[in-house]
């Protein structure tokens, strides 16, 4: 299996790699095809693809942020079962971001990912069960990932202004022992995050703004 970078939508691997992210996620959730164009040339965000065979069977994007010393795990996506693509794709990750964090001179206390809530999504997810969200969620909860205590929303990433539900904002501490978050933190994480989005729900803003009314966020057991 093969671990490569996707920085152009020109690269045939890139419509594969949109294409199993149309199949598995709800369409609130994805990047209209034309719009990765800018986020692939951005050298701080790294989507790279699991191949096997020449197919793409899994992917996944991410980046770190070395001013706030944490990462984020945008997406992961297990295109095909049975293949080692989950584990595949998180240690490839993993040596990545430790190269990232070296190179910035700083040292990671974890990472960002949001993390849907099985009660609360209604979607298949493509029919592929390691997408699951009952799987996924206590897959990540095995990994160590954490659920911040407060309730989230996301703005759509198809820009309509929309607010998302159905996920928790989550944290995989560095240290396993930490058991809450500088609300501060959250806060420059999600507005540095979805600056991308200028159109943002009147829900994410009133979100935000009780954070910033907060000093500390607890981290809660998935």
Known sequence: ????????????LFKSM???MKTIFPKEEVLAFEKWAGPLEDPSIHVYVAVH????????EYRYYPGMQVAMTDFTIVGRPGLG???????????????????????PIGMFAEIY???????EFGGVYPMNPFVRREVLSHI???????????????????AVGGLDLCFLPQDENRT?????????????????????PDEWHAMVEGLKGQSKLALKPL
């Open 1 to 12: 299996m093969d671990y490569i970078r996707i920085q152009s939508i020109d690269n045939p």
């Open 18 to 20: 949109h294409d199993l």
């Open 53 to 60: 065979e020449g197919e793409v069977v899994g992917t996944t």
């Open 85 to 107: 693509a989950g584990r595949f794709l998180m240690r490839n990750r993993s040596r990545d971001l430790e190269r990232l964090a070296q190179q910035s001179g700083t040292d």
């Open 117 to 123: 809530n099985p009660t609360l999504a209604e979607y």
């Open 144 to 162: 160590g990932y954490m659920r911040i205590d407060f309730p989230y929303v996301h703005p759509s990433w198809e820009e309509d202004g929309a």
């Open 180 to 200: 809450e978050l500088d609300a501060s933190l959250v806060v420059a994480f999600l507005t540095e995050y979805y600056s991308a989005l200028p159109n943002k």
